[in-house]
C-alpha cells in the first residue's frame, strides 16, 4: 500500500512542477511575496491596516520558505506544490475512513489530476495550504467520532488556529462542522460539546485579531455596504461551476459540467439514503461539507471565485466515489450481471479521469501573468526621454518585483478605491506629453482603477498611439508636422484628405508619427481597420501598424458623414532598417469581414501610397541588448556578426511564407558576401533557400559602417504539399569567390540526461538559427452544402459543385456577392484564375472581378486532390448602369498564357466559349 501511494504522490508532485515557471507572478503571487519580505515587526501592523488583506499565518510560513530555496518565481510556487501533493495521501485516508481502501484509492487518483487543485497547488497564495487543512481538519473530525483522543483534539485545534490565521474563509469549514455534528447530536452529542470546547480559542483569537484590525473592520464595512448576496449572479454561479469542475482554463461548457455536478448531488443522495454501502451520516456530512461553505459564501457581499471555497473539491470527489461505487454495490447481490455492474463502474471512473487529463493541457498553456515580460520589453525598448504611465496603483507591489528601473513614473490613479479623477489626471497627463517624447503606459486591473478609460481616451486623442497589446501601449508625444492636402477616396466610404507628417529626420528603430485626417462619405455600417506601412524600393515592410478606427476614440461606424476625423498614429520603424527611401502606404478594410475597401484612382487595386520618406542611420550606436528577436551572437569570420533573428510567429502553415528578419553588426573585415538563408522539413531535406548578396541593392554590406547594425530579410516558402512538423531554419555566408566563411559562437545542447540546458563553442559553415512549426492547411474533403447547385467539369483538373448568391444589393452602385465551391479532382501545377463578367440587359460590361482563389491566398497549386473549396467574390457593380436584371458571366484561364480551361457540363457539352452563364439576377 505504503509503495503504491508512494508512487501516486510523486506522479501528483510531477503534475504540479510541470511548467511551475510559465507564468509571471500574479499581482496575489506578487503581493504575497511582497509581504513575505517585510520583518514580522512590519508585517503585523501593514496587515493589520490593510485592506482586503488576509491574516499572517501564510505569510509567516513562506518568508520561512524563502529563506531556504530562494525567491525566484518557482521557489516561491514550490511550497504550495508541496502543500497541495500533500493532499493526496490525505484524500487516501479520508476516502479510506470514510468508505473502504478502493474509495481511498479512487478518491486519490481523481484528485492527482483534478485541474483547479493543480492550478491553486502552483500558485503562490494560501489556497493549498486551506485545502490541505480542511481536509485534515475533516478526517480528524471522523477520528474523533471513532476515538476521543487529546491529540486528535490538540490537533484540529491547531489546524482549525493556523488555518484562521491564515484565510478567514477557514472559517466556512468550521462552520461547515459545526452544522454537520448539530445535525448529528444524537450520536455525536458528547463530540459536539467537546468541540465547541476546543474550538472556543481559535475561534476567539480570530474574532479579536478582526476587531483589532482597521483593514478587517474596513473591508468588512466595505463588503456589506452593498447587502447579502448581493456578488451572486447568475454568470458567476456558471463561472464558479465550471472553475470547480474543469479549473479555470478548461471549460467545456455547461452541458458538460452539469453533468458532473449531478453525479455529485446524485452520491450525496445515495448517501443520505444509505445506498451503496454507506452510512446515513456521510451524506450529512456531504452535504455540509459542500453545501454550507457553499451558501455562505453567497451571502457574502464578494463576487464568487473558486479559490475561497477550493476545500469543498474534496466532498464532491467522495461524492463522485460514492456514484462510481454504486453499481459494484449491486454487484455484489447480484452475481449473474457482476461483470457488466463492474464495467460501469470502470467506465464512470475511466471518463472521469479522461475528462479531467484532458483540461490539463489548457491549463499548463495559459499565460496567467507576462507581467514580468512586460516590465523587461519595456526595460529593453526604453530610451532617454521616456515616460511610463501604471496605469492601476497596485503596480507598485508588482514593481517590488518586477522592478522597471531609475526611469520616470508616474501611477493613475495614485490609490483606489476611489477610481481615478479624470479632472485631476488631465492635467498631469497634459505635461506628462510636454515633458517626455514617448510615454509607455502599463495596465493593471484597470475597470477598478479607471472604469471610464480615461487615461487612454485621452492619449489616443492628444498622443500618436505607436503600440498596443493588451498589456502595453506606447503613444509619442506630439510634435511639430509637414502638412500636406491628399485626396484618397476608398471606395464611396471614406475619404483620406490631408496627412501630417512630423518634420525631421527618419532614423531606425524609431517611429514614423503621421496625423491622418479621415472623412465619411456616407453613413457608414461598420467599422474600419486601417493598415499603415513602410516600405522600401524591393516592396519590403520595415514598419507596420494596423489598427481599428475605434482604437484611435471613434468607431468608422460613428463618423460623422462630411466631418473631419483626426487619426493620430505612429508607425515603428524596424531596427536595423537599411537607410534609403521608403513609402508610406495605407489599407482600409471593412472590421467585421475584413473585405477591403479599394483605393479609387490609385496604381494599386489594394492601398495606397500617400507619401515618400527617407530613413538614416541612427548617430548613437545600437547594443546588441537593444536588439529584438532571438539571440544568435555567431561570428562570420572577421566581417560580420549575427547578432539575432526573429520570426512573426513560431507556427506557420503549408504553402505560407516564412519572413525571416536577421540582424548584423558590420565588422572590419571584407563583407563582400552573400548569404544563404535555408528552410529544411522535417526529413531535413531543404525546401526553399533565400540566396543572394547580403544587404538590399542600393546598400549592400561592403557599405556598411563598422558596427553599424543593419536588417535583412529574406522570405521562404512552404511547400503546399510540404509534410507538417518541425522545419529548421539554417544561414550560411560565402565570401566574394564562393567560398564558406567559417561562423563561430556558442549553441545550446541538452545536458544531465535533457534535466539542463548547456552552451558550447562551436565553429559551423551553417549556423543553426531555430525550429518553427508548421501545421497542415485546413481542408475540407466532404461535400458542403451550396444554396444552388450545379455541375461544371473544367478540363481534368477541377469542377464545380454549385454556388450561394447574394443579389440583394445587385444593383447599379451596388455589390453582386457569389461564392462558388470548388472540388480539385487531382493535384494542380499550374496557377489558373477566375473570371467574373457582369453583364447588364443589353450585354454591356457593368463588373468584373479576376482573381485567384480567395484573393490569391489559396491558388491552385496549393489543393490536394479531393478537396472542397469555397471562394467567394465581390462585384461591384458601376454606378451608371441601367436598372434591370444581370448576367454573371464566369470560368477559369490560366494565369500565364490567359488561355481559358474547357467548361463541360454535366453530359460532357462544352459551353460556348467556355463560359458559364447565370442569367436573370437583381430581378
Not at 275 to 291: D, E, F, N, Q, Y
Not at 387 to 403: A, N, R, T
Not at 545 to 557: D, H, K, N
Request: hydrophobic fraction near 45%.
Amino acid at each position: 500500500m505504503y509503495a503504491g501511494l508512494g508512487a501516486l504522490t510523486l506522479a501528483a508532485l510531477a503534475l504540479r512542477l510541470y511548467q511551475l515557471g510559465y507564468s509571471d507572478l500574479t499581482f496575489d503571487e506578487s503581493a504575497s511575496i511582497f509581504i513575505a519580505r517585510m520583518p514580522l515587526a512590519e508585517m503585523l501592523p501593514y496587515l493589520l491596516r490593510a485592506f482586503h488583506e488576509h491574516p499572517p499565518g501564510y505569510y509567516v510560513l513562506l518568508a520561512g520558505w524563502l529563506q531556504l530555496v530562494g525567491d525566484s518565481e518557482v521557489a516561491l510556487r514550490w511550497l504550495s506544490v508541496f502543500i497541495g501533493t500533500l493532499s493526496i495521501p490525505l484524500m487516501y485516508q479520508l476516502g479510506r475512513a470514510v468508505l473502504s481502501e478502493r474509495a481511498g484509492w479512487l478518491a486519490a487518483l481523481i484528485l492527482t489530476v483534478t485541474p483547479v487543485h493543480i492550478f491553486f497547488s502552483q500558485n503562490a497564495r494560501m489556497y493549498a495550504l486551506i485545502g490541505a487543512l480542511a481536509l485534515a481538519s475533516w478526517w480528524l473530525v471522523l477520528r474523533l467520532q471513532q476515538a476521543d483522543r487529546r491529540r486528535y483534539w490538540l490537533a484540529l485545534a491547531a489546524g482549525c488556529f493556523f488555518g484562521l490565521t491564515t484565510h478567514y474563509y477557514m472559517g466556512l469549514v468550521i462552520a461547515s462542522q459545526a452544522v454537520y455534528l448539530a445535525l448529528t447530536w444524537r450520536q455525536n452529542k458528547r463530540l459536539l460539546m467537546k468541540w465547541l470546547l476546543w474550538l472556543g480559542l481559535p475561534l476567539g483569537a480570530a474574532a479579536l485579531y478582526a476587531l483589532l484590525s482597521p483593514g478587517v473592520m474596513s473591508t468588512l464595512r466595505a463588503m456589506f455596504k452593498a447587502g447579502l448576496g448581493t456578488g451572486v449572479t447568475v454568470g458567476s454561479l456558471r463561472a464558479l461551476a465550471a472553475d470547480l469542475v474543469f479549473g479555470p482554463h478548461g471549460n467545456l461548457g455547461i452541458n458538460v459540467w452539469s453533468i458532473v455536478l449531478a453525479a455529485v448531488g446524485l452520491g450525496v443522495g445515495l448517501a443520505l439514503r444509505g445506498r451503496s454501502g454507506t452510512p446515513r451520516w456521510l451524506g450529512v456530512l456531504l452535504a455540509c461539507a459542500i453545501g454550507v461553505p457553499l451558501a455562505l459564501v453567497c451571502l457574502a457581499p464578494e463576487a464568487l471565485a473558486a479559490r475561497y471555497v477550493l476545500f469543498i473539491i474534496f466532498p464532491m470527489i467522495l461524492a463522485l466515489v460514492i456514484v462510481i461505487e454504486w453499481p459494484l454495490s449491486w454487484a455484489a447481490q447480484r452475481r449473474r450481471r457482476r461483470p457488466l455492474l463492474a464495467a460501469m463502474s470502470a467506465l464512470m471512473f475511466i471518463a472521469l479521469m479522461a475528462l479531467n487529463v484532458s483540461r490539463l493541457p489548457n491549463h499548463y498553456t495559459a499565460l496567467n501573468s507576462d507581467y514580468g515580460r512586460t516590465v523587461r520589453f519595456v526595460r529593453a525598448h526604453y530610451r532617454p526621454g521616456d515616460g511610463v504611465i501604471f496605469h492601476g496603483p497596485w503596480q507598485v507591489i508588482m514593481q517590488h518585483y518586477y522592478p522597471i528601473g531609475e526611469v520616470p513614473t508616474i501611477y493613475l490613479p495614485p490609490q483606489a478605491p476611489p477610481p481615478l479623477d479624470p479632472a485631476s489626471a488631465e492635467p498631469q497627463l497634459a505635461e506628462w506629453l510636454r515633458t517626455y517624447r514617448r510615454l509607455w503606459v502599463i495596465p493593471v486591473a484597470v475597470p477598478e482603477a479607471d472604469p471610464e478609460r480615461f487615461v487612454t481616451a485621452y492619449l489616443n486623442r492628444q498622443a500618436h498611439h505607436a503600440l498596443e497589446q493588451p498589456n502595453v501601449a506606447l503613444y509619442y508625444a506630439p510634435t511639430a508636422t509637414l502638412t500636406q492636402p491628399i485626396a484618397v477616396r476608398f471606395g464611396d466610404e471614406c475619404e483620406l484628405t490631408t496627412l501630417e507628417l512630423a518634420s525631421g529626420p527618419l532614423t531606425s528603430g524609431d517611429a514614423l508619427v503621421v496625423t491622418l485626417h479621415w472623412r465619411a462619405l456616407r453613413p457608414l455600417t461598420d467599422d474600419v481597420q486601417i493598415t499603415l506601412d513602410l516600405v522600401d524600393l524591393a516592396g519590403d515592410v520595415w514598419g507596420q501598424r494596423i489598427y481599428r478606427a475605434s482604437e484611435a476614440g471613434v468607431s468608422a461606424a460613428n463618423w460623422p458623414v462630411g466631418q473631419t476625423v483626426l487619426d493620430r498614429q505612429a508607425v515603428p520603424i524596424e531596427l536595423g532598417a537599411p537607410p534609403g527611401e521608403y513609402r508610406v502606404r495605407v489599407t482600409v478594410q471593412r472590421a467585421t469581414s475584413g473585405e477591403l475597401i479599394p483605393p479609387i484612382d490609385q496604381p494599386a487595386p489594394d492601398r495606397a501610397v500617400l507619401a515618400t520618406v527617407s530613413v538614416v542611420t541612427p548617430e548613437q550606436p545600437i547594443a546588441d541588448e537593444q536588439v529584438p528577436g532571438v539571440r544568435v551572437d555567431a561570428q562570420v569570420g572577421d566581417a560580420l556578426e549575427l547578432i539575432a533573428y526573429r520570426l512573426p510567429a513560431d507556427q506557420f502553415v503549408q504553402a505560407g511564407v516564412v519572413p525571416v528578419t536577421l540582424y548584423w553588426r558590420a565588422l572590419a573585415g571584407d563583407r563582400r558576401v552573400e548569404v544563404d538563408v535555408t528552410l529544411s522539413g522535417p526529413d531535413g531535406a531543404p525546401v526553399d533557400v533565400s540566396r543572394g548578396p547580403l544587404g538590399p541593392e542600393w546598400y549592400r554590406a561592403e557599405r556598411w559602417r563598422t558596427s553599424e547594425v543593419v536588417a535583412t530579410s529574406a522570405a521562404l516558402r512552404i511547400p503546399a504539399r510540404g509534410m507538417p512538423g518541425t522545419y529548421t531554419l539554417n544561414v550560411s555566408v560565402r565570401d566574394a569567390a564562393g567560398r564558406p566563411i567559417t561562423m563561430t559562437g556558442t549553441l545550446a545542447q541538452p545536458g544531465l540526461l535533457g534535466l539542463r540546458i548547456d552552451r558550447i563553442v562551436a565553429q559551423r559553415a551553417a549556423w543553426p538559427l531555430g525550429d518553427l512549426m508548421v501545421a497542415a492547411r485546413d481542408r475540407v474533403f466532404s461535400q458542403p452544402t451550396v444554396q444552388t447547385p450545379l455541375r461544371v467539369k473544367f478540363g481534368d483538373e477541377l469542377q464545380l459543385i454549385g454556388y450561394d448568391l447574394d443579389a440583394s444589393q445587385a444593383r447599379p452602385g451596388g455589390q453582386l456577392r457569389v461564392t462558388y465551391v470548388w472540388q480539385a479532382l487531382k493535384a494542380i501545377d499550374r496557377n489558373y484564375v477566375v473570371f467574373n463578367h457582369l453583364r447588364d440587359a443589353s450585354g454591356a460590361q457593368q463588373g468584373q472581378r479576376d482573381s485567384m482563389p480567395a484573393s490569391g491566398l489559396n491558388p491552385t497549386p496549393f489543393w490536394q486532390a479531393g478537396e472542397y473549396i469555397r471562394d467567394e467574390y465581390v462585384i461591384d457593380i458601376a454606378p451608371e448602369a441601367a436598372p434591370g436584371s444581370f448576367t454573371l458571366d464566369f470560368g477559369w484561364y490560366e494565369s500565364d498564357t490567359g488561355v481559358r480551361l474547357p467548361a463541360l457540363d454535366d453530359t460532357g457539352e462544352r459551353y460556348r466559349d467556355d463560359i458559364v452563364s447565370l442569367a436573370g439576377i437583381g430581378r
